[in-house]
């Protein structure tokens, strides 16, 4: 299976940048989505942004437009989430969830792993 180790977490003041970083711990062959989504203590795991299967589109959740920006790097099979002008209610633990294929014993297998999450606390 391909695993997802998050980093670039931690404490910001509003207003300021963070950027995570998502690497697989596989070399992959072909992604069908990828996409970072957060959650709150006892609030729903929700979207941030997404590039859904068959599409190249890249759809942010509204509260995140305009501040965020979702970037791959398929050397380093990395995918990026670039956070800007950061608000105190950005303040979550931030996953990253990649669903593709991967190279496996000469063949390919299917996958879809989630990041162990990573803290971003924002103060306001």
């Known amino acids: 299976q391909v695993q997802l180790v998050e980093t670039g977490g931690g404490l910001v003041q509003a207003g300021g940048s963070l950027r995570l970083s998502c690497a697989a711990s596989r070399r992959i062959i072909s992604i069908n989505s990828l996409g970072w989504y957060r959650q709150v203590p006892r609030k729903q795991r929700e979207l941030v942004a997404i590039i859904p299967s068959g599409s190249s589109t890249i759809n942010y959740a509204d509260s995140v437009k305009g501040r965020f920006t979702i970037s791959t790097d398929v050397a380093k099979n990395t995918v990026y989430l670039q956070m800007n002008s950061l608000k105190h209610e950005d303040t979550a633990v931030y996953y990253c969830?990649?669903?593709?294929?991967?190279?496996?014993?000469?063949?390919?297998?299917?996958?879809?792993?989630w990041g162990q999450g990573t803290q971003v606390t924002v103060s306001s």
């Open positions: 969830n990649v669903q593709g294929h991967y190279y496996d014993r000469g063949g390919q297998s299917a996958f879809n792993s």
